[in-house]
Structures are given as C-alpha cells and as structure tokens.
C-alpha cells in the first residue's frame, strides 16, 4: 500500500501531535520530511511542510477523524 498524505504541518512539535493522535487512534501514521525540515532553514516552508501518511486504505477515515470535533473534557 502506498502512502498517502492526510495532513502537513510547518514544525515538527504539530507533525508529531498529529501523529501520535492518529496512532492512539488505531492508524498507522507516519511523519514524512521531518529531518529534512529540521536541517535545512526554511525547507518546510519552501517543500510544502512536514508530511504526516497513512497507507491509502485508511486516508479517507484518518481524514475524517482529523477533522472530527474534540471530545469534550471529562
């Protein structure tokens, strides 16, 4: 299965919450370009962001609960 990209952050503290949200989910995330982003200044600017994927099997349901409201506090 190919990755697919669900979401793209500008530093790699949103790309990693994105991530760990996704996995606590019961996706399989991966954070894309975040070495990249942290070598070069300005990269993640200029390449388009930090890539966070899924495999492609799950991208429609990772979408769906990235933009899904917050649960409301206990």
């Not at 996706?27 to 966070?52: N, Q, T």
């Not at 495999?55 to 429609?60: G, H, L, M, N, T």
Request: net charge negative; glycine share 6%.
């Amino acid at each position: 299965m190919s990755p697919t990209t669900i979401y793209r952050a500008f530093n790699p503290a949103e790309a990693q919450l994105v991530r760990s949200q996704l996995e606590a989910a019961g996706f399989h995330p991966f954070v894309a370009d975040e070495l990249s982003a942290l070598s070069i200044d300005g990269y993640a600017l200029a390449a388009g962001g930090i890539r966070v994927q899924v495999p492609a099997s799950e991208a429609a349901d990772a979408r769906e609960f990235l933009a899904s409201p917050p649960p409301p506090p206990a």
